[in-house]
């Protein structure tokens, strides 16, 4: 039999965007109907986010024993149990998943449907044996590796972001196609680990990124073992000797032929949008998403769309953010805008590359009052105690002092980009951030330090100065 459910809001999808808004609503009493085909957590929890920085620090540690020498401490070769390594990644997500699980938003108040969604009509989802006619939908069924078409890949075994922690044994040599954020992460782990790899981009790795922090993460990779083919385009995918994989590519270098163990294919994913049914909801779409207002309200009204389906940048915090905004919409009535100058984004390599808002060439298209400022980590007196000089700070300042956006690539760079976060929604000038006492000696101070020196211009200016000698005339 179909059970109708009529709660105030139905929610497609438990990843980190569906969870917010289901807890949130439920915390005000709200009734709320959450419907998930997969894992509770969705992608973030199970496949993302925290299986690959569990791996980045089992890399990191590797690292770390063979370079101590700097610090006094001797190098030693780190034996890698790629189990305990895989065991170690299982033991991370099952201390979250408590978090995220069936059982707590039950006890919360909140009807779990475990099932695959999808719209019967403009007011109507079937999922399972239910059919739930809620006064408003959110749509947050997140995002699928994008497979790209590559001949001969249907014929060989490859890895994506959701089958690669799977791994128990150690790759002996791992391709990655794709030199994004998520395949370079995953390149320096594994070559940290100890296995060969090799990573083929099509265009420039790291691309998307401003090219002058980019090159330094590109060749700290290089410099650790990892092979990198940029500009390379793949032609065909075999198996070879049996067990292994053969990859044939063409450059501006002529022809390449790549041998590995193992393929990973990390080129990005796609909104999950096919059992949706959008159309019979009125739901305009692409392929890039769900067509979506500022407000992140669709064509239909009473359906709002969140995180990866919603055709921005494909982040976990972003999925947080757009939830906060429909919360607000949707239960308080008030006006919510997303602004993508306010979405932070970190690739997790080793230097970290961080950036908020807009980038050098963004701004000096459109305003011609444009200041770059820098500050480098070998000018930072704690970065020098702790032999981490690689990297630097760098703002970029419109009229009036205003950061309009920060970059930086070093040691950390992902918790250093909070401050700067802070400092662009708040819509903070170099005059404020200048002001404020930094704790020393901490990796904080070099972005303050990239601030103050456009002070330090101003200080040089013959305005300043004469201003100055007048005052001494005063005693």
């Known amino acids: 039999m179909t059970r109708v459910l009529k709660p105030d809001i139905c929610i497609i999808g438990a990843g980190s965007g569906g969870l917010t808004v289901a807890a949130a609503a439920a915390s005000l009493g709200v009734p709320v109907v959450l419907v998930e085909r997969g894992r509770m957590g969705g992608d973030c929890l199970n496949y993302g986010c925290i299986p690959s920085k569990a791996l980045i620090a089992s890399g990191k540690q590797a690292h770390r024993l063979r370079h101590g020498a700097p610090l006094g401490i001797a190098n030693v070769e780190p034996s890698?149990?790629?189990?305990?390594?895989?065991?170690?990644?299982?033991?991370?997500?099952?201390?979250?998943?408590?978090?995220?699980?069936?059982?707590?938003?039950?006890?919360?108040?909140?009807?779990?449907?475990?099932?695959?969604?999808?719209?019967?009509?403009?007011?109507?989802?079937?999922?399972?044996?239910?059919?739930?006619?809620?006064?408003?939908?959110?749509?947050a069924a997140g995002s699928s590796p994008a497979i790209p078409p590559i001949p001969g890949l249907d014929e060989v075994p490859f890895l994506t972001n959701e089958t690669v922690f799977s791994l128990r044994r150690q790759p002996e040599h791992l391709i990655v196609i794709g030199g994004g954020p998520v395949g370079m992460e995953l390149a320096q782990a594994?070559?940290?680990?100890?296995?060969?790899?090799?990573?083929?981009?099509a265009g420039t790795a790291l691309g998307k990124e401003d090219s002058e922090l980019s090159k330094l993460v590109v060749g700290r990779?290089?410099?650790?073992?990892?092979?990198?083919?940029?500009?390379?385009?793949?032609?065909?995918?075999?198996?070879?000797?049996g067990s292994g994989i053969r990859v044939l590519a063409a450059s501006a270098g002529g022809p390449k032929t790549i041998d590995g163990s193992h393929l990973l294919v990390a080129t990005g994913r796609r909104p999950n949008l096919d059992a949706l049914a959008l159309d019979r909801a009125g739901i305009a779409f692409g392929a890039d998403?769900?067509?979506?207002?500022?407000?992140?309200?669709?064509?239909?009204?009473?359906?709002?769309?969140?995180?990866?389906?919603?055709?921005?940048p494909q982040f976990t915090h972003v999925a947080n953010y757009h939830a906060g905004l429909v919360v607000r919409a949707i239960l308080f009535r008030l006006p919510a805008?997303?602004?993508?100058?306010?979405?932070?984004?970190?690739?997790?390599?080793?230097?970290?590359?961080?950036?908020?808002?807009?980038?050098?060439?963004?701004?000096?298209?459109?305003?011609?009052?444009?200041?770059?400022?820098?500050?480098?980590?070998?000018?930072?007196?704690r970065a020098q105690t702790e032999g981490l000089t690689e990297g630097f700070v760098k703002l970029v300042v419109g009229r009036h002092g205003r950061i309009l956006g920060a970059s930086?690539?070093?040691?950390?760079?992902?918790?250093?980009?909070?401050?700067?976060?802070?400092?662009?929604s708040k819509r903070?000038?170099?005059?404020?951030?200048?002001?404020?006492?930094?704790?020393?000696?901490?990796?904080?101070?070099?972005?303050?330090?990239?601030?103050?020196?456009?002070?330090?211009?101003?200080?040089?200016?013959?305005?300043?100065?004469?201003?100055?000698?007048?005052?001494?005339?005063?005693?």
Do not use: C
Request: no cysteine; net charge positive; proline share 4%.
């Open 80 to 139: 890698v149990d790629f189990a305990r390594v895989a065991a170690h990644i299982e033991g991370t997500i099952a201390a979250i998943a408590p978090n995220d699980s069936v059982e707590r938003f039950t006890s919360m108040g909140v009807t779990v449907v475990p099932a695959e969604a999808s719209f019967k009509n403009t007011r109507t989802v079937v999922a399972g044996a239910h059919e739930i006619k809620a006064r408003r939908f959110v749509i």
């Open 190 to 201: 594994h070559r940290r680990l100890g296995a060969r790899v090799t990573v083929i981009e």
């Open 221 to 241: 990779l290089r410099a650790e073992g990892v092979e990198i083919f940029e500009h390379t385009h793949i032609q065909r995918v075999e198996p070879q000797d």
């Open 289 to 312: 998403g769900i067509t979506v207002s500022n407000g992140l309200r669709t064509t239909n009204r009473r359906v709002y769309a969140i995180g990866d389906v919603a055709g921005g």
């Open 337 to 381: 805008k997303a602004d993508r100058n306010l979405i932070p984004r970190v690739t997790f390599t080793d230097p970290e590359l961080a950036h908020i808002g807009l980038t050098e060439d963004e701004v000096r298209k459109n305003a011609r009052h444009v200041k770059v400022l820098r500050a480098p980590f070998s000018e930072n007196d």
């Open 408 to 424: 930086m690539v070093g040691p950390g760079a992902g918790e250093l980009l909070h401050f700067w976060s802070l400092a662009l």
């Open 428 to 475: 903070m000038t170099v005059r404020d951030v200048a002001r404020y006492v930094a704790p020393y000696p901490t990796l904080g101070e070099i972005g303050k330090r990239a601030a103050f020196s456009a002070l330090a211009d101003a200080a040089r200016s013959s305005l300043v100065r004469g201003m100055l000698g007048f005052l001494r005339l005063f005693g």
